[in-house]
């Protein structure tokens, strides 16, 4: 019960990654108000409709949760992926926006919040393809690089407000964004990794939970891979 009384958001909290967050911090006592655009299945979790994109409808979800958010995980995303040669501006645009600009609006929405409570545990959901490059993944490497700089800028002026914001960059993860792809790009991945397994849903969790709790009173800044050695 690492979380008990604890108020936490998760972006796109709906499935996937953010589902699974959802539900361990829901198993270790937290109030968990999932923001995400379609409602999935979170029993015990307080769904509220958002669009990270827009940062008019993150400042409405923002101002419902009465003051009182303990925890944010910025885990909303999309792909959409092209060479950058044939990339639309919309394409370029949606990623970006979402992605990045999300966790931006979030993290401005919610730190003012967290600072009039003394503190609070920021975690943004970037990816190993931020640090490395991937091939047709402009908008989504970029997106997921700004990410890092927003942590550790984050990191430097919310510090002393008590709040601390970390980045967990998982590799390749078996979820509905992973099973979009062919079969080849997904063997490919597991090939790549040191430990012969993609990185779980429950693995990604793992290692939020652990920046989210009073162990990483510490550790701010940073960027944790969750990835099975796949980029080493
Ligand atoms: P999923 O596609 O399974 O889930 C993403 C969730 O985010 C969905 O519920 C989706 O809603 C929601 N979402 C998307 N756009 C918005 C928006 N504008 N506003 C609110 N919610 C939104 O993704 P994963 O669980 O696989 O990924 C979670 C995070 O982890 C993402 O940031 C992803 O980039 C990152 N990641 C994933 C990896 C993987 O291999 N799966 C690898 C590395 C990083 P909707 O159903 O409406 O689209």
């Excluded at 992926?81 to 979030?106: C, I, P, Q, S």
């Excluded at 919310?158 to 390749?172: C, D, E, S, Y």
């Amino acid at each position: 019960m690492r979380f008990e009384a604890k108020r936490a958001v998760i972006t796109g909290g709906s499935r996937g990654i953010g589902r699974c967050i959802a539900q361990r911090l829901l198993r270790e006592g937290a109030r968990v108000h999932v923001f995400d655009r379609v409602a999935g299945e979170a029993p015990g979790a307080a769904f509220h409709t958002v669009d990270v994109d827009d940062p008019a409808s993150v400042a409405r979800a923002v101002a419902s949760l009465d003051g009182e958010v303990d925890l944010l995980v910025n885990n909303a995303g999309i792909t959409r992926d092209r060479t950058l040669m044939k990339m639309t501006d919309d394409e370029w645009h949606a990623v970006v926006d979402t992605n990045l600009g999300g966790a931006f609006y979030m993290l401005r929405a919610v730190a003012p919040l967290m600072a009039a409570r003394g503190g609070g545990r920021v975690v943004n959901i970037s990816s190993i393809n931020a640090l490395r490059g991937k091939f047709g993944q402009a908008n989504y490497t970029a997106a997921k690089a700004g990410m890092i700089g927003l942590t550790k800028t984050a990191a430097r002026e919310l510090g002393r407000k008590g709040i601390t914001v970390n980045a967990v960059a998982p590799g390749m993860v078996l979820t509905d964004m992973a099973r979009s792809l062919p079969a080849e790009a997904l063997e490919r991945s597991r090939a790549e990794t040191a430990l012969g397994e993609l990185a779980t849903p429950e693995d990604v969790a793992a290692a939020v939970l652990f920046l989210l709790s009073d162990d990483a009173a510490a550790i701010t800044g940073q960027v944790l891979q969750v990835d099975a050695g796949q980029y080493t």
